[in-house]
């Protein structure tokens, strides 16, 4: 052991030991609900992907088989999710949340957000800044040590209905959008199919391990310019850098099409989203509220100019 490591390690724990006793992990239940963390991180994640499988779920949380069989029984009992036989395998099954762990979830989300508002809020925003950035530092140095590395490959058949639902479930449950947001997406997604350039439009999908974590698309736009549409990062692969990997690589292309530009339009409230669309270069151009998502929003213009 290197004569600086009993320090790091040192630092390491005690910054545990701060972080857990101001969220309250080592309380006997969580966020004042009826649930301990473990329960709580369970039904988010089935919530995050619904007809995910025991096995499945075991390996995105890391919690031991048993453990977790006995959590998701008691989620059952509580009407929180619930079980259907597997379409594809007989043995199997898959596991999918009830309206009453829907409304739960939303509940703790919420609950979730002003016990981190109360954290951050006091601080000025340059400090919040400095704060989220090193947190992503800290997700994204210890995450390539664990997960599996992630690749980008062009589209194919599929990816378009998994882009249509990964929007429209995301921003739902993060950000209240209705089916009018989804409906917006499968119109993009379907004018995407129906007149694709391959010499001047592209899509990008994000895959780790075999499964989808990300997208991104550039379409021609008005004029000299492409158009960036339809960011995402999956929640599993966010602090991983992997917006701005998929934003640089729509830069890349547009300048090597030709293109004089990039433009795109985003929600003032996206703020991770702005946060790398300014770290590529954007400026934000222009500014409006709308109501086109069902309630009241400022949509932007940013523009990139090579």
């Given at each position: 052991?290197?004569?600086?490591?009993?320090?790091?390690?040192?630092?390491?724990?005690?910054?545990?030991?701060?972080?857990?006793?101001?969220?309250?992990?080592?309380?006997?239940?969580?966020?004042?609900?009826?649930?301990?963390?473990?329960?709580?991180?369970?039904?988010?994640?089935?919530?995050?992907?619904?007809?995910?499988?025991?096995?499945?779920?075991?390996?995105?949380?890391?919690?031991?088989?048993?453990?977790?069989?006995?959590?998701?029984?008691?989620?059952?009992?509580?009407?929180?999710?619930?079980?259907?036989?597997?379409?594809?395998?007989?043995?199997?099954?898959?596991?999918?949340?009830?309206?009453?762990?829907?409304?739960?979830?939303?509940?703790?989300?919420?609950?979730?957000?002003?016990?981190?508002?109360?954290?951050?809020?006091?601080?000025?925003?340059?400090?919040?800044?400095?704060?989220?950035?090193?947190?992503?530092?800290?997700?994204?140095?210890?995450?390539?040590?664990?997960?599996?590395?992630?690749?980008?490959?062009?589209?194919?058949?599929?990816?378009?209905?998994?882009?249509?639902?990964?929007?429209?479930?995301?921003?739902?449950?993060?950000?209240?959008?209705?089916?009018?947001?989804?409906?917006?997406?499968?119109?993009?997604?379907?004018?995407?199919?129906?007149?694709?350039?391959?010499?001047?439009?592209?899509?990008?999908?994000?895959?780790?391990?075999?499964?989808?974590?990300?997208?991104?698309?550039?379409?021609?736009?008005?004029?000299?310019?492409?158009?960036?549409?339809?960011?995402?990062?999956?929640?599993?692969?966010?602090?991983?850098?992997?917006?701005?990997?998929?934003?640089?690589?729509?830069?890349?292309?547009?300048?090597e099409a030709g293109y004089a530009g990039v433009t795109?339009?985003?929600?003032?409230?996206?703020?991770?989203?702005?946060?790398?669309?300014?770290?590529?270069?954007?400026?934000?151009?222009?500014?409006?509220?709308?109501?086109?998502?069902?309630?009241?929003?400022?949509?932007?213009?940013?523009?990139?100019?090579?």
């Amino acid at each position: 052991m290197s004569t600086a490591l009993p320090a790091q390690i040192a630092a390491v724990r005690r910054f545990n030991r701060f972080y857990t006793r101001r969220i309250g992990v080592l309380d006997r239940t969580f966020l004042g609900g009826p649930y301990a963390l473990a329960e709580i991180r369970t039904l988010y994640e089935v919530s995050q992907c619904e007809g995910v499988t025991p096995k499945a779920l075991a390996e995105r949380t890391g919690l031991d088989p048993g453990y977790l069989s006995r959590i998701l029984a008691r989620l059952e009992r509580d009407g929180m999710i619930r079980r259907e036989r597997s379409p594809d395998d007989g043995r199997s099954v898959t596991l999918w949340t009830t309206p009453a762990g829907r409304r739960t979830q939303g509940e703790l989300n919420e609950r979730s957000n002003e016990q981190v508002e109360g954290l951050i809020a006091p601080l000025p925003q340059a400090a919040r800044a400095r704060l989220t950035e090193a947190m992503a530092d800290v997700e994204g140095l210890l995450a390539a040590r664990s997960g599996g590395e992630i690749t980008l490959r062009s589209h194919r058949v599929g990816d378009m209905g998994w882009v249509t639902w990964r929007h429209a479930v995301l921003y739902a449950r993060e950000h209240g959008w209705d089916e009018r947001f989804e409906a917006m997406v499968a119109r993009i997604v379907a004018d995407f199919i129906a007149h694709f350039d391959p010499v001047r439009e592209r899509c990008w999908i994000a895959e780790r391990e075999g499964e989808i974590v990300g997208s991104v698309f550039l379409v021609k736009g008005d004029g000299d310019e492409a158009k960036l549409r339809l960011l995402l990062t999956e929640p599993s692969a966010r602090g991983l850098g992997l917006g701005r990997r998929l934003v640089a690589e729509c830069v890349d292309f547009a300048r090597e099409a030709g293109y004089a530009g990039v433009t795109l339009w985003t929600q003032s409230i996206l703020t991770a989203a702005r946060s790398v669309y300014t770290r590529a270069g954007f400026r934000l151009t222009a500014s409006e509220p709308h109501r086109l998502l069902g309630e009241e929003l400022v949509g932007e213009t940013w523009k990139l100019r090579f």
